[in-house]
């Protein structure tokens, strides 16, 4: 078979065309209504939030699909596949697009599945909630919240984003500091895929299995169905709390961290003026000039709060008391996790971030020494849980100069002992969270004919 050249100058077999009979039989699967083939709707569809890198956006730019597909149904999925494996076309499987890495845009064409209509909710009970993977997140929290239960972690894009998309792209969120990240405990249950063969296989994965799907950004299996653990609802209160130095933040953020006795849904640190871009929380009085600030959800009362926050020398700037589900209303996660990166760049197109791991002893120290080195960094940290211990992960705002000035960053942030997962390349085992070789093997036997999401793998482009 012949091959074609990808980007990095390696090969892979040559894939077969998207012609009008293709379009056609795809619209005899689902209808035409949910068959897009007009320009405007392949360049909009086939995009994720890979402008968050200036790196990314000349690489990345004006790669679409040929059409996309949106099937209501597995049965209408299951031929989807069929008819791309007999044909040999490229498939890209889509959720909301949220995701920052441009690992999940197709570069070679083909036919893009987006999950946007296989939304149902299968079941949910106080424990767990299975649903379809393009069920909503917040529509399992509004679910939840009938059984006495809510989400353990969830990305701040909550609104929008699909099961699917958050359990193959994401990592964590909002509700890590307290039950890790997705891959912890049994955070994710189950995942039901289909296997990208000419007779797909409907295969239901727990335990060690799921670490051939999760965070494989579409490269293993079309993830169909996802049973997520779920925690007892609490009544979550929202803080903000101020400090005069970024030591103290972090100081104060990882007292509140450790402490066991103090429940938490969101713990995060901010350095001024990272805060000066949340323009609505400004407003409303919580990010007050040149101050350092820490994000709290707890169950805690305003007066409690307030007296710790003294005695770590601080001052709560912002509360809001429990919100139901079905009034989610203003919320101070909308300015953590990535969505720090987009208030940063709405106010300064030259902002991009990046995606590092501090060794939590060493936090303070570690911040210190690379701001002297590279000053145009600016410090936004998360802190989570992992293996039952305190993490604190940067989601860094970076000022843009050049790729060599971003690279120079990385590999001094590499040297000194904070992990980086670059967020500036689109290929997946550039990422530090991806399985390695059970990663590759489940590919191997998912995917035989490399059909899924091509492109995004070194491992396989050069074996």
Known sequence: MSTVTTGSGATLPEFGTVTEALVAALKDIVGAEAVLTEARQLQSGSKDSYHFSPVLIPQLDGRMADVIVRPQTQEQLRQIIQLAVRERIPLTPRGAGTGNYGQGVPLFGGILVNTQNLNRLVHISAEEACVGAGYILYDIEKAAEGVGAELRCFPSTVPTSHT??????????????????????????????????????????????????????????????????????????????????????????????????????????????????????????????????????????????????????????????????????????????????????????????????????????????????????????????????????????????????????????????????????????DDTRWYGEAFLQAKLRWDPHGLLNPGHLHALENP
């Open 164 to 429: 699917g998309g958050f359990i193959t792209g994401g990592s964590g969120g909002v509700g890590s500091i307290t039950w890790g990240m997705l891959r912890e405990a049994d955070n994710v249950r189950a995942i039901r895929i289909l296997t990208i063969e000419e007779e797909p296989q409907d295969l239901l994965l727990t335990g060690d299995d799921l670490r051939g799907v999760m965070h494989n950004c579409g490269l293993t299996a079309f993830v169909t169905e996802v049973t997520l653990g779920l925690a007892p609802k609490v009544a979550w209160q929202q803080y903000v709390l101020a400090f005069d130095t970024l030591r103290a933040a972090l100081g104060a953020a990882e007292t509140l961290g450790r402490d066991e006795g103090l429940r938490k849904r969101l713990l995060t640190a901010f350095e001024w003026p990272v805060p000066s871009y949340f323009r609505p929380l400004v407003k409303r009085g919580g990010c007050p000039e040149g101050k350092h600030l820490v994000f709290l959800y707890t169950d805690e009362g305003p007066e409690a709060v307030a007296s710790r926050a003294q005695a770590l020398g601080g001052a709560v700037t912002y509360h809001d008391g429990p919100r139901s589900a079905e009034t989610r209303g203003f919320q101070i996660y909308d300015y953590t996790w990535n969505h720090t990166t987009q208030w940063a760049m709405k106010t300064d197109p030259q902002l991009t971030y990046l995606q590092d791991g501090f060794v939590i002893e060493r936090l303070v120290e570690q911040i210190e020494a690379r701001k002297e080195k590279f000053p145009e960094v600016q410090e936004h940290v998360e802190f989570t849980r992992g293996d039952g211990q305190l993490r604190a992960g940067g989601l860094s705002i970076v000022r843009f100069s050049t790729k060599e000035r971003l690279w120079d960053l990385i590999e001094y942030c590499e040297a000194n002992d904070i992990q980086v997962s670059n967020p500036h390349t689109y290929y997946l085992d």
